[in-house]
Each structure stands twice: as C-alpha cells, then as structure tokens.
C-alpha cells in the first residue's frame, strides 16, 4: 500500500452539483438494498441454517456473502461517485489478523475500512465493536448481529463479560479478522 499525505488542494471541498448529489443518493440507495436482500436471502442461510451444523462454517459463508457486498463500497465510491481513497500510517501486512483503532471524523469511517479490508484480503472477516443502541437499527442491526460485531453500553462493568465471551469466539489463529475500534465514538455521542 503507498502512504502518502493528502495536499491542501486534496483537502478542498468541491461544490456539489446536481449530478454528484444524484450519483450520491444511487450510490446510498443501492448499498441499502443490497444490504437488505443479502440479510434477507443470505443472511438467514448462513447465520442459522449452517450454524446448526458448523459454526465455523457459518463464519465462512457468512463472511463470503458480506465480503461480496462490501466489495460493491470501492466501485460505488471510487469509481462511480469519483471519491479517492488515501490510506495513511503503518502498513497493514496483508492476511494478519488486525486490530484496528482509528478515529471517527465522519459518519462513514467504517464504510472506509471496508476499502482497506478489501484490498487487505479481509473484506468478509472485518468485525467492529460498536455502541448497542446500533445493533437496534432496523436492517442494519439484524446484520450486524449475524456478522458477529461486538456491542458495548459503554460502562466496563457491563461490557466486561459480553466482550470476553465475543472475543473468545474469534480466537482462532487461522481464521481471519480485522477488528475495528472507535474509541472517540461519534460526534453526536
């Protein structure tokens, strides 16, 4: 991965015309649908259905059909709706397991990372730890509990015993993972 540092003239807002606006509510739109259907037709398959047989298995098929999906963030974004990605910091070796511990500037820094798990191998494997009123969320909070993300209250008191439960779920070695943490939280949080 090259490191480089954005210039100022990078930084710079551009106006928003009306076709940006466009491309920008086709691209949500349909990262929203697609999410809906992969819970819906392979959400249920992989997450109960072979987990009755193999829970590793299920992680398996669970994080082909979520690498799938997340794989659609650098064509919507990058190519589509034109946006450039610059990753900055330590290389990330490609195939470890991965702690990731970033801030949270905007509201779609995960959605970034989606980026670096991909072009890092691990785009089905990328687990965040998130606040619980998250894992509430029509649709999206379904997924998340299927895709295994780990939810906090915030209070280590009570998140303690569900953190070492989720994290001793996710210790096997050979198993891929990308771990991603937003100890700022959000700006509205």
């Not at 072979?50 to 963030?73: C, D, E, M, N, Q």
């Not at 509201?107 to 619980?132: C, N, P, T």
Request: net charge positive; with cysteine.
């Amino acid at each position: 991965m090259k490191v480089q540092r954005p210039s100022d003239n990078a930084m710079k807002a551009r106006p928003l015309t009306p076709l940006r606006a466009i491309r920008g509510v086709v691209c949500l739109l349909v990262l929203v649908l697609t999410a809906f259907m992969m819970l819906v037709y392979f959400g249920f398959a992989g997450a109960v259905l072979v987990r009755i047989f193999s829970v590793p298995y299920s992680r398996r098929v669970t994080s082909v059909f979520f690498g799938a999906w997340i794989a659609l963030w650098p064509v919507l974004f990058e190519k589509i709706n034109g946006t450039k990605v610059i990753f900055s910091g330590e290389t990330v070796p490609r195939g470890e397991r991965i702690l990731l511990i970033s801030n949270h500037r905007t509201e779609v820094d995960w959605m970034y990372l989606w980026d670096l798990a991909l072009r890092k191998g691990h785009q089905g494997f990328i687990k965040y730890i998130l606040k619980s009123s998250l894992m509430k969320l029509p649709v999206f909070g379904w997924s998340f509990h299927i895709l295994e993300f780990i939810s906090v209250e915030r209070k280590w008191e009570v998140d303690e015993p569900n953190m070492r439960q989720m994290l001793s779920t996710l210790n096997d070695s050979q198993d891929s993972l990308l771990l991603a943490l937003f100890p700022e939280g959000t700006d509205f949080t």
